[in-house]
């Protein structure tokens, strides 16, 4: 897609924008939270919720217009595109002025799984558009899905899929540090500072880890047997990895 002209003050942007990718329930939030205590900038975001004990970290008006870019295009969340994914002249204008707004922070963040289906757009936006993703086991996401939602096994391992491929597309295209939410929690967190070292992030003013075990729920990744292509998927994601 392409984004028409804007006029000047359209123009004003943050200096960097990091957008945090990954499937629902895949531990995206933690990794949010964590670059968040460690310097990058969310805006309004959400704070605790039912599913999230320190919230899922979401601006909520990142996630409305996502949610109105899949609606023009025929889809939703749970519902992820086939095609092309259009942008709207007022989509556009609205993303234009949601970064504007934060055009005084030098590295702005955020976090919605639903940017995956939608992030052709996010990148005209911005072009120098940042990732960093994160991915978790299939068992382990159909069993939140089903908690949260009551989705299917069968509607999250296509879910699963939908979103996941669309992450490994972009890391194909320009490869970013992706995480892996089933690492145990020294791990994950030893690879998350990593990770905030390489952006110029760094927690040292507040040694406490913003990720904890008891925030991640549904850890059991045994079960049926995954379907060919997710499982093939999966693989090459934890190939990916750090």
């Not at 320190?54 to 870019?69: C, H, M, P, S, W």
């Not at 757009?121 to 949260?148: M, Q, T, Y």
């Not at 490869?175 to 905030?196: A, C, G, Q, Y």
Request: proline share 5%; with cysteine; aromatic share 8%.
């Amino acid at each position: 897609m392409t984004v028409e002209a804007a006029n000047p003050v359209d123009l004003r942007m943050p200096a960097r924008v990091i957008g945090v990718l990954g499937m629902h329930r895949s531990g995206t939030s933690c990794l949010t939270g964590s670059l968040e205590e460690a310097g990058l900038a969310l805006g309004e975001r959400h704070t605790w919720n039912p599913h999230n004990l320190k919230g899922n970290r979401e601006n909520q008006r990142i996630v409305d217009l996502n949610d109105a870019v899949l609606a023009d295009n025929g889809a939703a969340w749970d519902n992820p595109p086939s095609g092309t994914v259009t942008w709207r002249v007022e989509r556009i204008e609205a993303g234009r002025a949601l970064l504007a707004d934060h055009a005084d922070e030098p590295m702005f963040g955020f976090k919605d799984p639903r940017a995956l289906l939608t992030l052709d757009g996010w990148k005209a936006l911005f072009p120098k558009l940042e990732f960093v993703g994160i991915f978790r086991h299939p068992n382990a996401v159909a069993r939140s899905l089903d908690k949260r939602s009551s989705i299917s096994r069968g509607d999250a391992m296509k879910l699963w899929y939908a979103y996941n491929s669309a992450m490994y597309r972009e890391y194909r295209l320009n490869p970013f540090p992706i995480l892996n939410f089933d690492d145990d929690e020294d791990t994950l967190d030893r690879k998350i500072v990593s990770v905030m070292a390489d952006m110029g992030l760094s927690r040292e003013d507040n040694d406490e880890r913003f990720y904890s075990a008891e925030l991640k729920n549904n850890v059991d990744v045994d079960g049926p047997s995954l379907p060919w292509k997710v499982g093939r998927l999966y693989k090459k994601l934890k190939k990916a990895g750090l």
